[in-house]
């Protein structure tokens, strides 16, 4: 729970949701079932995505994800330990606002997370403060993503 340790330690004040299976996070975001009562279960801020969930590629999920009502105006920021430009290309047509190479420790983590919370606390857009972090990876050109 990296993510976690980076908040505490940041003293970052995001209220975390962490989801391991796809199918929950879709529940959560749509308000189904366990998810329904919206005071107890609010929409995210923003959406941190890893692409690879154990229950398939959130990727493919992401266009439909943005999609459910009061999701398409979030900022969705992939955090991925692939620079492949094919992957990274295939997750901004997907829908992502941003996409970032996973860190190693908790600080440059805590970074990311503080940039992204002052970005939605501020009604910054997320992409703009997003590209001064050295973690973060631009649509790649096209001759790129053909590998």
Known sequence: MLIADALHRGSIPFRLRQFNDLS???????????????????LPSAVL???????GDAS????????IPGC???PWIVLSDTS???????????????YLLKPFGT??????????????STD???????????????FPLLAQTAQ
């Not at 995505?49 to 229950?55: G, K, P, R, V, Y």
């Not at 600080?107 to 939605?120: K, Q």
């Open 72 to 74: 398409h105006q979030l």
């Open 124 to 138: 910054s857009p997320v992409s703009t403060l997003l590209q001064a972090l050295a973690e973060y990876q631009p």
């Open 107 to 120: 600080e440059p983590l805590g970074l990311i997370l503080r940039t992204i919370y002052e970005c939605v």
């Open 84 to 98: 492949s430009p094919a992957k990274i290309a295939q997750a901004y047509r997907a829908g992502a606002d941003c």
């Open 24 to 42: 929950v996070a879709r529940s959560y975001l749509r308000g189904d079932g366990d998810f329904a009562a919206r005071g107890l279960h609010p």
């Open 60 to 67: 493919l999920a992401l266009p439909e994800l943005r999609l």
């Open 49 to 55: 995505l890893d692409l690879q969930f154990a229950s």
